[in-house]
C-alpha cells in the first residue's frame, strides 16, 4: 500500500505563487506516472500535471506556461511549483500516483486563491 502526503496548499494573492509537494511512502519504482489534479467545488476532478518515470511531463491547458511540475527520486517527491495564480485556480489538488493496474491517491490540499 502506498501513502502519499501532501503539503503546500493555503490562501495567496492572485498573481501570488505556491508550491505543492507530495511525499510517497516508499521508493519509486518504475515504470511510474505521477502528478496532481484538483477538483473546484460544483466541478469534476481535472488534470493539472503529470510526470512520468522517464520524466516526460504533461499540463492541462489551462496551466501551462504557469505551473511547473519535477521530482526528487532520492526524497520520493514531487512537487507543483505554482506561478502567477488566479481565482479560478481554487480548488483541491490530489497527488496520484499511477503503477500498472494500481492507482493511489492523497488526501487533497486546498488551495485558494483570493485578495
Known amino acids: 500500500q502506498v501513502q502519499l502526503v501532501e503539503s503546500g496548499g493555503g490562501l495567496v494573492q492572485p498573481g501570488g505563487s505556491l508550491r505543492l509537494s507530495c511525499a510517497t511512502s516508499g521508493k519509486m519504482i518504475s515504470p511510474y506516472i505521477m502528478g496532481w489534479y484538483r477538483q473546484a467545488p460544483g466541478k469534476q476532478r481535472e488534470l493539472v500535471a503529470t510526470i512520468t518515470s522517464s520524466r516526460s511531463t504533461n499540463y492541462g491547458d489551462s496551466v501551462k506556461g504557469r505551473f511547473t511540475i519535477s521530482g526528487d527520486n532520492a526524497k520520493n517527491t514531487v512537487y507543483l511549483q505554482m506561478n502567477s495564480l488566479k481565482p479560478e485556480d481554487t480548488a483541491v489538488y490530489y497527488c496520484?500516483?499511477?503503477?500498472?493496474?494500481?492507482?493511489?491517491w492523497g488526501q487533497g490540499t486546498q488551495v485558494t486563491v483570493s485578495s
Open positions: 496520484n500516483v499511477r503503477y500498472p493496474g494500481v492507482n493511489y
